[in-house]
């Protein structure tokens, strides 16, 4: 949009000019490379091209990542403000999206710990003064922006909190059980279940999602419990914010559903639970191609959120310290960055990283300053951002070795771009071969930059829980 304003501009300048007989060649010229010079630095703003689609989705999510930012944990102030001042670190890793935990004033009613949950919402139109201002938001969200960073935050549309405003004001926006008292979900007793049977929390909860694309130009949202939301009012609400920007909307459920009412990717929990079980040795690398093979009851232009861990399994399951441990976390992050259809996450601190839970109700700041998987991610993520057949809708051929049950291997290409992947997923060093001449060609490894003959057959070797990623050139 800025382009076509300042082309419109530069054309009444130039006629105007012309009227009063003043445009020379020399004029002319200065004209037209003030409008060019402009035009390029606007085309370097993250808003550019944010209205193209690949497959239906926002293009921008097509080779990007996400990183969920726990904003309470994130910094000893726990504020936008101090949250800011990580941003040129995130974007030197090659962070693209930032995906904000809810931002909203949390319930104080039947609070959990002292300090409460993000998903018990009391206001869904207003920041949580525990993080900042309206102006402190909206600055974080402008500077990310002019950093390329693109800004997606949690919406918590299932449940409110258990002092919502419309608990007194709208009661018949709450579900209820015999007695008429409104209820809450599972043994969440800090909030309390919405009804959507009702058109005017429809046109409530679409219209406060609205708020947040309209006043402070966010990019999108994740949306937590979200296959437990009727898709009646996904039909209604995605088309009309859609309307309003071209956003990224991720679901907190692997229900097949979710994509057909216009969810650009679902959680990838099949493929998380399937790694828990190889890393803790139950199941071996044969076992990851389940996870492929369940995703045939989704549409073909899917996106599968991977990860090694979030705020959830974090603080909950104790990911990925534990879940994964030491040398055993990398040769799956590798698989959540190159896997087709996928959209990697990482969780605040795992670049670090943090070998504990980070507490939910209470505060409990993580300590940044080692910052030890930096570089593998950094590596990972711009590959991925550089590479076309890294792009989630890449092709994918999955590839057989002579060590299937240890060793788990694949393609992925695009045009002429094409990527070799290979993990060990067991703790012993191993020698393979992978019979397959479309492997065949010149590469090097993105990780030690060491060049590669690779032939059909060849013998190729990795560490225990090694991996390597293979661009040919």
Request: proline share 5%.
């Given at each position: ?7 419109h ?22 004209v037209?490379l ?40 994130y910094?000893?102030e ?5 949250f ?8 030197d ?17 039947d ?12 206001d ?8 900042g201002?309206l ?6 969200v ?16 299932n ?41 005017a ?9 609205k708020y ?26 995605i ?25 650009d ?7 998380f ?19 492929l ?12 959120l991977?990860f090694t861990s ?26 959540t ?39 593998f ?6 590959a ?6 890294l ?12 060590m299937d049950q ?31 001449a ?8 993105i ?27």
């Open positions: 949009m800025i382009n076509v304003f300042v082309l501009i530069s054309k009444l300048y130039i006629y105007r000019l012309k009227r009063l007989s003043l445009m020379k060649p020399n004029a002319l010229l200065l037209l003030v409008v060019f010079f402009i035009s390029c630095k606007t085309s370097n703003s993250s808003e550019t091209n944010d209205v193209a689609k690949t497959d239906g989705h926002p293009a921008w999510i097509m080779q990007g990542n996400i990183y969920e930012v726990n904003i309470r944990q910094t000893p726990g504020t936008f403000n101090a800011s001042d990580h941003l040129q670190r995130l974007k890793m090659g962070v693209q999206t930032l995906w904000f935990m809810p931002i909203n004033p949390i319930s104080v009613k609070r959990k710990g002292v300090m409460g949950s993000y998903y018990a919402v009391a869904y139109t207003s920041v949580n003064p525990e993080f201002t102006e402190d938001w909206k600055n974080l402008n500077k990310a922006h002019t950093m390329g960073f693109k800004v997606i935050i949690d919406w918590v549309p449940h409110s909190g258990a002092d919502h405003r419309w608990l007194t004001t709208n009661t018949d926006f709450y579900e209820k059980d015999s007695t008429g008292k409104p209820i809450s979900p599972f043994d969440w007793t800090d909030v309390r279940k919405l009804n959507y049977k009702n058109p929390l429809v046109d409530s909860m679409t219209a406060a999602m947040w694309i309209t006043e402070t130009n966010i990019d999108g949202y994740r949306v937590d419990v979200a296959g437990d939301v009727p898709r009646e009012f996904y039909a209604h609400a088309p009309e914010l859609k309307k309003l920007k071209n956003i990224f909307l991720l679901a907190e459920a692997e229900k097949p559903w979710l994509h057909e009412v216009g969810f990717a679902t959680y990838g929990w099949n493929y639970q399937m790694s828990k079980k190889v890393a803790a040795g139950q199941r071996n690398a044969l076992a990851l191609d389940s996870t093979n369940a995703d045939s009851l989704y549409p073909n232009n899917k996106l599968k991977l979030n705020h959830d399994e974090n603080s909950w399951n104790k990911a990925d310290y534990q879940t994964m441990p030491g040398p055993l976390h990398a040769p799956f992050a590798v698989l960055q190159t896997l087709p259809k996928a959209i990697p996450l990482i969780y605040s601190g795992q670049e670090e990283p943090v070998r504990d839970s980070i507490s939910f109700f209470y505060k409990n700041p993580i300590k940044f300053g080692k910052y030890e998987r930096a570089g991610y950094k590596t990972l993520l711009e991925r951002k550089r590479i076309p057949a792009a989630a809708n890449a092709g994918f051929t999955k590839l057989n070795s002579n240890n060793i788990y291997a694949f393609l992925r290409y695009n045009g002429n771009s094409k990527v070799l992947v290979v993990a060990n997923f067991s703790d012993k060093a191993q020698t393979f071969s992978i019979g397959n479309s492997i065949a060609g010149k590469a090097v490894n990780f030690d930059k060491a060049d590669m003959n690779i032939a059909s057959g060849t013998n190729m070797q990795l560490p225990a829980w090694g991996y390597a990623v293979y661009e040919y050139k």
